[in-house]
């Protein structure tokens, strides 16, 4: 604990910011009555209502999709790319667009719960006293006394809670289903606990065999 503070303390002092590694915890179901598929050709659907976390989330699952590249093969792309977010549209709307564009496969993605776990670091004074002879008058000793104060703020850890399903265009299903909780660090942005979940999230999907995946030859 008592490092995790200096690491804080020095954050703070120098202004430097990075994003801490939340950690992600998931359950998921896969249908087990749907036929083996592979999808290859998918939309990325947040369901937040507002505009710029829907591109966020969407930009950062294509994004961490993009670090499968070795391993799997397949087009993805935003919702906005299927159906105008200028005007509210129903799901049978946003599905029979999707259908008519060839689509195989959408990612669902909504957030359930949103919280915020707040901590107070007490405030630590110390000092220090510094002893050196004096350069200009030979044999006199000084002493210098700093003081030093750190801590006394609030420290606040986000945590959310996703479901993510993977939608069959085909039948208009759900064959797969997760459930996601996210418990982040102080100064863990939003951007953080996503990249922490939809990668989490992406793994899942391709150990249950629902990504195309690339055939090395």
């Given at each position: 604990m008592a490092r995790y503070f200096l690491l804080v303390g020095i954050l703070l002092a120098t202004g430097c910011s990075f994003y801490y590694a939340a950690n992600t915890k998931l359950v998921s179901f896969k249908d087990p009555s749907i036929p083996p598929k592979q999808y290859q050709n998918m939309v990325v659907w947040s369901r937040e209502a507002d505009l710029e976390k829907r591109a966020t989330t969407e930009e950062i699952f294509i994004n961490n999709l993009s670090k499968w590249g070795d391993k799997i093969t397949l087009r993805i792309v935003r919702s906005t790319s299927v159906v105008s977010p200028v005007k509210p549209f129903s799901f049978n709307e946003f599905m029979a667009k999707v259908r008519e564009q060839k689509f195989d496969g959408v990612i669902s993605i909504l957030l359930t719960e949103s919280t915020t776990d707040s901590v107070y670091v007490p405030e630590v004074t110390t000092k220090e006293t510094e002893i050196k002879?004096?350069?200009?008058?030979?044999?006199?000793?000084?002493?210098?006394e700093t003081t030093k104060k750190e801590g006394g703020i609030f420290l606040s850890s986000p945590k959310v809670r996703y479901q993510i399903e993977l939608v069959?265009?085909?039948?208009?299903?759900?064959?797969?289903?997760?459930?996601?909780?996210?418990?982040?660090?102080?100064?863990?942005?939003?951007?953080?606990?996503?990249?922490?979940?939809?990668?989490?999230?992406?793994?899942?999907?391709y150990q249950d065999q629902l990504l195309q995946k690339r055939i090395v030859k």
């Open positions: 002879e004096d350069q200009i008058n030979e044999g006199t000793i000084r002493a210098t069959d265009v085909s039948t208009w299903k759900a064959v797969w289903v997760a459930s996601t909780y996210t418990d982040g660090q102080p100064y863990d942005s939003f951007e953080s606990l996503l990249g922490s979940l939809t990668y989490k999230a992406i793994e899942r999907l």
